[in-house]
């Protein structure tokens, strides 16, 4: 089993549309959690940590569950720009700071 | 501007040869990262450094090498003996403790 599952797409939306990506993770000891963006040929970019208690940043909701080491990000109203890979981000739960990432969701916006 | 540099953009390899990336950071951060990054995969961590003249093997150190003689630098040398080196490589680095890294524009290597 991967230590961070996603579902890699394409999602193919259309303008305006509400768009929700998966991710699940196998080390329950993990205390750190994050969605980076990823556009084509570039590095990566924090998109939003993620908290327990759930956390929104304008059209971006982030949830999480660690009952069932669940997480979500859930894109509302999307934009032709919103158009990226999206990359579920988990810390190893060790006293360093590795973070393992997922091979990322590709979303495509539809104008 | 704070941020990450990390030069050369492009770099091509000749059989035979070593090449190194420069990764230099001016925010102040102790902890700096290396990943490889190919098609369809995620981020593979190379190799780590949590402060000056100390690193930790990743999970594909092999083939490669670095140093940390200074806390702004972490450069990598990709060795001879890293038979696949094409790919993506992507220098981050954060505060200590389970925290957001931030990453350099990274460095496309090819094989000539």
């Known amino acids: 089993r991967k230590e961070v599952e996603q579902d890699p797409g394409p999602f193919n939306v259309p303008e305006g549309a509400t768009v929700a990506f998966n991710c699940t993770y196998s080390n329950s000891a993990s205390q750190s959690f994050f969605w980076y963006r990823q556009d084509c040929r570039k590095e990566p970019k924090l998109l939003m940590s993620v908290y327990s208690s759930g956390n929104e940043d304008g059209r971006f909701t982030a949830q999480l569950n660690r009952a069932s080491q669940y997480i979500s990000l859930l894109i509302r109203d999307s934009k032709l720009s919103d158009s990226a890979t999206y990359l579920c981000v988990v810390g190893d739960g060790g006293a360093t700071n590795k973070l393992i990432f997922g091979t990322g969701t590709l979303l495509a916006v539809q104008p | 501007d704070g941020g990450i540099t990390q030069s050369p953009k492009y770099l091509f390899r000749k059989e035979g040869q070593n090449v190194t990336l420069s990764c230099e950071q001016n925010l102040n951060h102790d902890a700096m990262y290396w990943y490889r990054q190919d098609p369809g995969q995620g981020l593979r961590l190379i190799y780590y450094?949590?402060?000056?003249?100390?690193?930790q093997k990743g999970d594909i150190a092999e083939g490669y090498s670095v140093s940390r003689e200074k806390k702004e630098s972490f450069p990598l040398t990709v060795t001879s003996a890293q038979k696949n080196p094409t790919a993506f490589y992507l220098c981050?680095?954060?505060?200590?403790?389970?925290?957001?890294?931030?990453f350099g524009a990274g460095t496309r290597l090819s094989v000539l």
């Open positions: 981050a680095s954060s505060i200590l403790g389970p925290n957001i890294q931030y």
């Open positions: 450094s949590q402060i000056v003249n100390d690193f």
